[in-house]
Structure formats: C-alpha cells, structure tokens
C-alpha cells in the first residue's frame, strides 16, 4: 500500500533539533560521542544534520587514540 500523502507532518529531517533529548542522543550515540559535544556542534554550527554530522565525524576520528 502506498503512503497516504495527507498524512504529513512538518518535521524537516534535514536538521536536528537540538531542543530534543532524544535527537541529540542519537546523534551522540551515532558518533561516539557524548551529549555536550553535540549541543556544542549545534551551538557552533547551527542545526544543519548534514554540516552536523561531518563535523561529529571530524570530531570522532580526531578523538580517537593514537597508534
């Protein structure tokens, strides 16, 4: 069956909100890191998931131990 198309809401996906708990933990769950540095991000550079999550992977790959 088909999506009903009437049944829409006005989420954008396209950015996280960084008022909900829960969005924010996913994000900081999806990335290694922890719930501060996500709200910092979202302070930073604004609520774009994209430049979001570049960022989060930036930040995930230069937290990690050195070999």
Known sequence: MADDKSKQDNRDR???AGDQEWEV????????LSTDQVRELIDRFGNDRDVIEREAEKLKVDSRPQA
């Open 25 to 32: 933990g996913y994000v900081a769950s999806k990335f290694g």
């Open 14 to 16: 396209s950015q996280v």
